[in-house]
């Protein structure tokens, strides 16, 4: 699995945009660009999923440049119900099992 | 439709005891995985089941066995309980012909003294 590198925390306000920026520099052909949200004592829930250019879907956006060594995660105008961590994970997943990394801790301020 | 479900939700065991703890998957998965989540960390791989057979480990001693039956839902049984046993255990579960994307249930916390 491609390893990857996210920031260990970061903090927002209510109704600001947040970005959190995964590097993943060797990654794969045949990898998927995957973010999951955790809140505490809760499992990992599944946020967005990419393999290139950008996806949207209710929740938040992901973009991914063309050369898909980072992907940005997007969530528009985040509420305190936001502040959870986000893990990013890269990979095909065949034959492989998830292994997450720290995740970023998001903590958003009224 | 249900997703994952998991019990028990909370679990107090001793040192040395053994613990099972149950996972049935989201309707239609037939793949299930198990992590551990110590504090303030990521989950750790610990297994893989398909089609009843421990398909992929992670790191873990052969204290952590499981079992997948035909419906598809899954035991983790751990023995000789230590202190650092103690975590939040997560299931998820896949479509083994689709595993980049899995569904995580709410876990169970272990508590060992």
């Known amino acids: 699995l491609a390893k990857t590198t996210q920031p260990i925390s970061m903090d927002s306000y209510e109704g600001q945009e947040v970005n959190i920026t995964c590097s993943h520099n060797n990654i794969a052909t045949n990898d998927y660009i995957t973010w999951y949200q955790q809140f505490p004592s809760q499992g990992p829930r599944f946020i967005i999923q990419g393999y290139k250019t950008k996806v ?3 929740v938040a956006s992901l973009f991914i440049p063309a050369d898909r060594k980072s992907s940005t995660l997007s969530l528009p105008r985040v509420s305190l119900s936001d502040t959870a961590v986000y893990y990013c994970l890269v990979g095909d997943f065949y034959g492989q099992n998830f292994v997450f990394g720290p995740g970023t801790r998001l903590s958003v301020l009224p | 439709d249900a997703g994952v479900t998991q019990s028990p939700t909370h679990l107090i065991k001793t040192r040395g005891q053994q613990v099972t703890l149950r996972c049935s998957p989201k309707s239609g998965h037939d793949t299930v995985s198990w992590y551990q989540q110590a504090l303030g960390q990521g989950p750790q791989f610990i297994f893989q089941y398909y089609e009843e057979e421990e398909r992929q480990r992670g790191n873990f001693p052969d204290r952590f066995s499981g079992h997948q039956f ?3 839902s899954s035991e983790l049984n751990v023995n000789a309980l230590l202190l650092g046993d103690s975590a939040l ?5 896949s479509y083994w ?3 980049e994307t899995q569904y995580f249930g709410p876990g169970t916390r272990l508590l060992v003294l």
């Open chain 1, 56 to 58: 949207t879907n209710e």
């Open chain 2, 89 to 93: 255990y997560l299931c998820a579960s």
């Open chain 2, 70 to 72: 035909p419906n598809y």
């Open chain 2, 97 to 99: 012909t689709a595993p």
